[in-house]
């Protein structure tokens, strides 16, 4: 089971992964300020969270991870490369998060920013079962991640999409870390077909991406350093 929820503020998508039979859950960038939200939907469903994670180092809103471990006790899970306080459960390129039956496999993807990665959802109990890939901000549909702060790079993006998450099955469905354009998913094989910055060499993507800064995020200064916390007052 998987459940897309969205926080208009800054068009950014949490997700909401479970496993119905187990009755365990986790959160995958749950915001600051949502957690009675999410801990009411728990309890509406009967699920158990297990672990919540980010994506990456958010700039544009405050994670809910450390309010989430306070209150359930969950684990905090991210990237090995991260430097925020409080995770728990590092992982390292193709680790395995488990919630009951059910595996988000972390696929590291640098380029948005340094600790940028992807959650690749797999169902063990039956193998038709379908799968899906959380990409963050390193994917978008129809775009990808800015490169221009936290330590970004246009390059390492370029070899993520193209050495990582291209190279998936097309007929995975993605699901963004953000809307900007009314569009909830998509597929690998839509992206890679029609997503414009896909279709660019190594060079004429980082040229593009150098030239496509639009200025900060609005509370950059307050959400990264609130976010190495996991978004508490350790």
Known sequence: MIKQLFYPQTSAFTYLVADPVEYKACLIDPVKGEASCYLSLLEKTGLSLTAVADTHTHADHITATGDLRILTGCDIAGSSDSQAQGITLP????????????????????????????????????????????????LLIGSCGRTDFQNGSARELWHSLHDKLMCLPENLTVYPGHDYNHHSSSSIGKEVHENPKLQLSEEAFIACMEQSGSGQPKHIKETVPANLRCGRDW
């Open 91 to 138: 992982l390292d390129d193709g680790d395995c998060l488990p919630v009951g039956k059910i595996g988000l496999q972390f696929i590291k993807t640098p380029g948005h920013t340094s600790d940028s990665g992807c959650f690749y959802v797999k169902e063990f109990y039956m193998k038709e079962q379908p799968e899906y890939l959380l990409t963050g901000d390193t």
